[in-house]
Structures are given as structure tokens and as C-alpha cells.
């Protein structure tokens, strides 16, 4: 009786056209605008009714109703249709399962509407309710006997305030074995904390506002769909996401509530001060579009696609391009792509992996994302075919599309890339370097360089010393600039026992770029026994075509080891094979050594090691070293009267001294000191100085051509 009398009393206020509209969801928000429109207190709300196609129509206008307990407000307010009503088809309705395989065709009907709120009340409630849903809602007890009910809450009392705005689709149109992720994204526009909750299902109840549904047995509000033991039914507070895999068809509702809060500063606690209420009608079918199950499907229609002989998909990328754009034949979750990229691998055409540096999705209010940037930590820069394909990655899934079935591992995408330049280089030159250690040159294609200097990662030195037969890494080098390279890993007597072969390789954008040509070193052999005619032979040089072969004679003049005058013996020649004849040389040390000359780059010269032989002329002494005193007492004693250098007589070019006093000023200086006739403490005016400490800075050579430093320090003069 008490129900008969409820829906007569609902009767009088709603027509029949609202009783029979076979309402599926919805929900209601309110915004603030009175800042913008120069109303105080004006609030805009717009109310969003999804409802069966074949109910009774809703028509132009919508009552909402607004109460206030503590402020004892109760007013409708009308809410006027602000488009035509339209067809949810066009918002991915029916993107997962068969409009054939689904009793339900909802249509959308959105009505805004305006009202002023100028009291301060902590209790506001915004409702609309209507009379009711359709037959065949499984989770709910005889479904079209049921109403509707949904509410938005005001509390005003810490300012005006704006409710959460839901920007997703209400729709959940899904299929059995889909891994759902239903956002349900909401925007707050006044800077304040959300959080999301799961509310029964509600219809109306005259003077009570709106109490829950009787749920179907097996069904409640925080369950409302039979899932998966591996994905139960969950939603995530903060972000709002519910994520579940249906296991059987039925048709249920999920009802649930944002709510915000804004912290009082006075009372220092998080007030809540409004909220926003939905309901989504839940269909799962027992079958999937044919293009859903086959899972996340790169479009073969997009941009630049198109088939290798193995129908494999395949797009032409220019070189040094960074970013892969996927294109999907639906939506993909958001929520299951892995951001560090590592859904997907791509390989260069060597083989060798190529890192992802980040997938960047373009996520609508649903979540969902029709393609993805591939972002590359460094370009293609290598000519033939990447190979970019999927994998489970570190989030422990491979990408979902909207209906929740995943992407096969290892479907590929072929990325052609045919324009980029070699990477070319040349060993130019070998040479040894005053008979101690082998020295490489090299050079690299400028074209090339330039493009990928900025991609440059090293140059790797390999070395045989087994006439080519291995090479082994001798160092790697990351300064772009260089072209040289001195292997101080050998000595002097490496070099006089074998000559050694070099190659270059370069490392760009991660990648081993081609081998350079292999460039030997050259060495001297010779038979010593009769050291005034020496037969010598050497290997053939074979960095640049038809090398001609000098040989040197060197005369030390000096003394000191390793230095000698070079001199040509005889005219170059072609064959690697010589004798070095000399009568009666003088005692001393001499040195043979051979030469060659690039005839195209005369700036280019290879030496080989030396051979030596005679006795070495002993060398000349050293300068003196410098002994400096710290203190002169020129009081006629005798003793420390003389500013007196020991050593600095032995230095014939320079013997620049300067004295200061404290204050920086040159009391004294000679630029030809000389023991003979040193300093006694005078100015050089020849006045006695003051006792103090006083600040020298002596510079001296040997010869013209010789580098020395200052010598600089302090002495003490005391005249009593």
C-alpha cells in the first residue's frame, strides 16, 4: 500500500512521459559562474540523462530539485535541453560488442540549467529522480518496477564552490574476458582534493530523498558484476579507475560518488564541500566485435602503412627521425601502457637493440588513446629495416584496447629507413714516432660527420700485432674532434721487434658503424755486422698505393740520446730493401731509419723505427742548480754582506733578478746579475734599504731557446 501510494503521489508530480522513459544513467554537476556573468551566488548546473531509444522521450525540459535542511530552502529549478537528443552509438557504445548483441540502444539528453544560491548552507542537494529504469536489468529485482535517483552536493560555507565535472562516458558497453579499466575521470575546477566511492544504486522516495535498489541476489553495490577471482571488481579512490574481467553476460548498474574537500585554515581540517553523484548501466555480452578479440590491432589504413610479402605492416621513415607513431583500430587503455616504453622493443638493421626512451599516449576523457609517439633516446641514423615489436613490459602487460583484450606479443611494425649517409672512415696514416711508439691517423667522411657529429659516441682503436690474423681493442676515444691517436701501450722495444696493423670503428647513436681499412705500421730490419755498409729491409707500407721508400741517416751532435740530424741517403725508391754504406765514420752514434710521403696528401709521413749503432758521445753537463739565500746582513762583517747566488753564473743568457718591498714597489734590479757585483741592500739610487723583508723574482736561461720559470721568494736584510 505504502508504494501504491508513493508512485501515485510521484504521479501527480511527473508525467507519464517521464514514468516510461526507460531511464539507463546519468548524472548531475553544478559549476559556479557568477564571477563570469556578474549574478552573485549564480550556479550552473547541467544534467545528463542517458535513456532506453525505444522509451518514452524526455522532452525539452528537466526538473531538478534543490533543498537546504539548515537553511530550510527547498525550489526547482528547470532545466532546459541545450542539443538535440542524440544517439550514444557515436560514443563508443557499441565499440566492444554487436548493437544486435545488446538489448539497450541508449540515446543522450543533456539540459542545463541556472539558479542563485546566495545563502550560506553546508547541506545543499541538488537532485533529479524519475520513474523508471527498463525490464531486463539482471542485478536489480524486477528492474522496470524500479525508479531513479541521482544528487549533487553544495556546502558553501567555506566560498562558492564548483562541483566535480565527470568528462567520461557514462557507458559501459563490454564483452565476457575483457581486462576492464573504466576511468571515471572527473574534473575539479576549484583546486580541491577528490576522491571517488561506490554508492548503491538509487531510486526515488517521496519526502526521503533516494534509497537503494533492491539489488538481485549475488549482486551488491560494491559488486555489482561477477568477476574474475584474478580481477575482482575494484575501484581505485584516487584516480577513480574500476577494473574487473566480466565472466558472464548480464546487464547490472555501478553507481558512485566524487567527492571534494577544501581544507578550513581556521579550524585546520578538510571540510567537504560538495560532491557529484552518477549511475552507469553495465551491459556484458557473451561474444565481442570479431576486431575486438583479435586485441590491440595497429591500423593498417593509417598514414604511410603498407604490407611486406609476409603481410607484415611496414612504414618508411626518414633518417634521424626520433619518434615511431602508432596508429590503433580502437581505443587502447590508457592505464596499461607503460610509460618507460618498455611495451615495445625495436631493433636496428644490425640487430642490435635500439632503446625506447618513453610512449606518449593522447589519452581522451575515457582514458583511452588511438595511438601512440615512440619516443627514441637517440634517431634512426642506419640504413635497412627496424624492427619495433610488442612485448609484456615492466607493468606486467602488453597494451589492452577499450574492451580489455590484450595486444599479442611480437606483432611488428617494419620502419624502412634508405636515406641516411655512411658513416665512412679511412685510416690515413701509420707512422712511429722517434723510434718509441706507433702513432695512427685517421680520417672521417665530412658529409657524414656533420650530419651525425651530434650523435657521436666514440671511436674504438683495434690493434693486431699477429700480422692481422686478431685484432684486439686498444682504447676508446669519446672527443669527436680526434683524428689521431699515439699507442703508448708499445715502447721502443715493441717497435724494433715487429711492425703492428690498426683499424677504426665508430660508434653513432649507439651504433657500430663500418670497419675503416686496416693500416700497418713500418719496420726496420738490419744486419749490423759490418756497420759501414748495413743492408736494412722493411715491410711494405700499405696505408696509401704505391708508396716510395726514403731512407735516412742520422748523426747525434748533440750528445743526448735519441737526437740526431737526419739526412737522405740516396734517391727514394720503390723496392723495401737497401744497403747503407759509410767509410770511417767518427766516433760517435748514428741511426738509420725510412720514410714515406702520401704523393696526394704531402702533409702525410710514415716512419719506421730506428736502428742504431756507434758510441754514444757523453753527455754535457748540466747547468748548475740555484741556491738563493733568505737573508744578507750587509754590516761589514764579512759574513752574509753580498746578496751571493750559487749557480747563477752558469746561466749564459738570462739572469734577470727583482727585489720589492712589502708594498710591490722594485727597490732593486738587474736583468745581468752577476756574483761579481751583487746586491748589498741598496736602492738604486745606492741608499742603505730599512731592515725588513723584502720579495725577489729571478728568471734565468742557458740558451736562447730554452723555457724556464721564476723563481720567486723572500729575504731577510738586517744592517745591525
Same mark, same amino acid.
Given at each position: 500500500m505504502k508504494r501504491f501510494i508513493l508512485l501515485l503521489l510521484i504521479a501527480v508530480t511527473w508525467s507519464f512521459q517521464a514514468e516510461a522513459s526507460h531511464i539507463l544513467g546519468g548524472d548531475i554537476q553544478y559549476k559556479y559562474v557568477g564571477d563570469s556573468t556578474g549574478v552573485t551566488g549564480q550556479y550552473r548546473v547541467k544534467l545528463v540523462i542517458y535513456r532506453q531509444q525505444t522509451g518514452v522521450g524526455l522532452?525539452?525540459?528537466?526538473?531538478?530539485?534543490?533543498? %537546504? %535542511?539548515?537553511?530550510?530552502?527547498?525550489?526547482?529549478?528547470?532545466?532546459?535541453? *541545450?542539443?538535440?537528443?542524440? %544517439?550514444?552509438? %557515436?560514443?563508443?557504445?557499441?565499440?566492444? &560488442?554487436?548493437?544486435?548483441?545488446?538489448?539497450?540502444?541508449?540515446?543522450?539528453?543533456?539540459? &542545463?540549467?541556472?539558479? &542563485?544560491? $546566495?545563502?550560506?548552507?553546508? #547541506?545543499?542537494?541538488?537532485?533529479? !529522480?524519475?520513474?523508471?529504469?527498463?525490464?531486463? &536489468? $539482471?542485478?536489480i529485482v524486477n528492474s522496470a518496477s524500479q525508479g531513479f535517483y541521482f544528487e549533487a552536493e553544495l556546502n558553501n560555507t567555506l566560498g562558492y564552490n564548483s562541483s566535480p565535472v565527470f568528462l567520461s562516458t557514462p557507458l559501459a558497453y563490454i564483452c565476457i574476458g575483457g581486462h576492464i579499466n573504466y576511468l571515471q575521470n572527473a574534473h575539479e575546477f576549484d583546486g580541491d582534493s577528490i576522491n571517488y566511492e561506490l554508492v548503491p544504486a538509487r531510486e526515488f522516495a517521496f519526502g526521503t530523498g533516494g534509497v537503494s535498489v533492491p539489488y538481485s541476489a549475488g549482486y551488491t553495490f560494491v559488486n555489482p558484476i561477477h568477476t574474475s577471482t584474478l580481477a575482482p571488481f575494484t575501484l581505485d579512490s584516487k584516480s577513480g579507475n574500476i577494473n574487473f574481467i566480466a565472466i558472464q553476460a548480464e546487464t547490472s548498474v555501478i553507481a558512485l560518488r566524487v567527492n571534494e574537500y577544501r581544507y578550513d585554515s581556521t579550524y585546520l581540517f578538510w571540510e567537504k564541500v560538495g560532491s557529484s553523484n552518477r549511475e552507469i548501466q553495465v551491459s556484458v555480452a557473451s561474444n565481442c566485435n570479431p576486431i575486438v578479440n583479435q586485441g590491440v590491432k595497429l591500423d593498417q589504413n593509417a598514414p604511410g602503412v603498407s604490407l611486406?610479402?609476409?603481410?607484415? !605492416?611496414?612504414? #618508411?621513415?626518414?633518417?634521424?627521425? *626520433?619518434a615511431v607513431m602508432l596508429h590503433f583500430t580502437l581505443g587502447v587503455e590508457c592505464i596499461s601502457v607503460s610509460p618507460d616504453g618498455s611495451d615495445f622493443r625495436l631493433t636496428a638493421p644490425n640487430g642490435q637493440p635500439i632503446p625506447i626512451d618513453q610512449l606518449q599516449t593522447f589519452c581522451d576523457v575515457n582514458g583511452e588513446t588511438d595511438s601512440l609517439r615512440v619516443k627514441l633516446f637517440k634517431p634512426l641514423s642506419m640504413n635497412g629495416d627496424y624492427y619495433l615489436y610488442s612485448k609484456i613490459g615492466n607493468d606486467g602487460n602488453t597494451l589492452l584496447n577499450k574492451c580489455g583484450k590484450d595486444m599479442n606479443e611480437y606483432d611488428t611494425i617494419i620502419l624502412h629507413v634508405t636515406d641516411c649517409v655512411d658513416w665512412v672512415m679511412d685510416v690515413t696514416n701509420v707512422t712511429i714516432d722517434d723510434d718509441i711508439n706507433p702513432h695512427v691517423y685517421w680520417d672521417v667522411d665530412s658529409i657524414a660527420f656533420a650530419d651525425f657529429a651530434h650523435l657521436f659516441n666514440s671511436f674504438r682503436v683495434w690493434r693486431s700485432d699477429d700480422a692481422g690474423a686478431t685484432f684486439n681493442v686498444v682504447t676508446n676515444l669519446s672527443d669527436s674532434s680526434l683524428r689521431d691517436f699515439a699507442d703508448y701501450s708499445l715502447g721502443g722495444i715493441d717497435v724494433d721487434a715487429q711492425h703492428y696493423r690498426y683499424r677504426l670503428e665508430a660508434f653513432v647513436n649507439g651504433l657500430s658503424q663500418p670497419l675503416s681499412n686496416v693500416g700497418n705500421s713500418i719496420w726496420l730490419r738490419g744486419d749490423m755486422t759490418d756497420t759501414e755498409n748495413i743492408p736494412v729491409v722493411w715491410n711494405h707500407y700499405n696505408v696509401w698505393p704505391t708508396p716510395q721508400y726514403q731512407v735516412e741517416f742520422g748523426r747525434n751532435v748533440t750528445g743526448n740520446p735519441g737526437q740526431y740530424q737526419w739526412e737522405e741517403y740516396n734517391n727514394p725508391i720503390t723496392d723495401t730493401f737497401a744497403t747503407v754504406s759509410h767509410n770511417s765514420l767518427p766516433p760517435g752514434q748514428y741511426a738509420v731509419r725510412v720514410r714515406t710521403a702520401n704523393a696526394n696528401r704531402l702533409i702525410d709521413t710514415a716512419y719506421s723505427n730506428w736502428i742504431e749503432f756507434g758510441e754514444p758521445v757523453p753527455p754535457i753537463p748540466p747547468v748548475d742548480s740555484l741556491v738563493v739565500p733568505n737573508v744578507i746582513t750587509p754590516n761589514g762583517s764579512g759574513q752574509n754582506d753580498n746578496f751571493i747566488i750559487q749557480g747563477i753564473m752558469s746561466y749564459t743568457t738570462t739572469r734577470h733578478l727583482i727585489i720589492m718591498n712589502r708594498y710591490g714597489h722594485i727597490v732593486y734590479e738587474n736583468d745581468q746579475y752577476d756574483n761579481a757585483n751583487p746586491w748589498q741592500g741598496r736602492d738604486q739610487s745606492g741608499r742603505l734599504l730599512a731592515d725588513g723583508t723584502y720579495f725577489y723574482v729571478l728568471r734565468v736561461k742557458d740558451n736562447p731557446n730554452a723555457i724556464s720559470g721564476d723563481t720567486k721568494g723572500s729575504i731577510t736584510l738586517l744592517t745591525k
Open positions: 522532452g525539452t525540459a528537466q526538473t531538478v530539485n534543490i533543498t %537546504s %535542511s539548515s537553511c530550510n530552502v527547498s525550489t526547482n529549478l528547470s532545466c532546459t535541453l *541545450s542539443q538535440p537528443e542524440f %544517439s550514444a552509438a %557515436s560514443l563508443g557504445a557499441y565499440d566492444c &560488442i554487436s548493437n544486435t548483441n545488446s538489448t539497450f540502444t541508449p540515446m543522450v539528453n543533456i539540459y &542545463i540549467g541556472y539558479v &542563485i544560491l $546566495t545563502q550560506s548552507c553546508n #547541506d545543499y542537494v541538488m537532485y533529479w !529522480q524519475s520513474c523508471c529504469r527498463p525490464p531486463g &536489468i $539482471t542485478g611486406d610479402a609476409q603481410g607484415r !605492416q611496414q612504414v #618508411d621513415y626518414n633518417c634521424l627521425d *626520433s
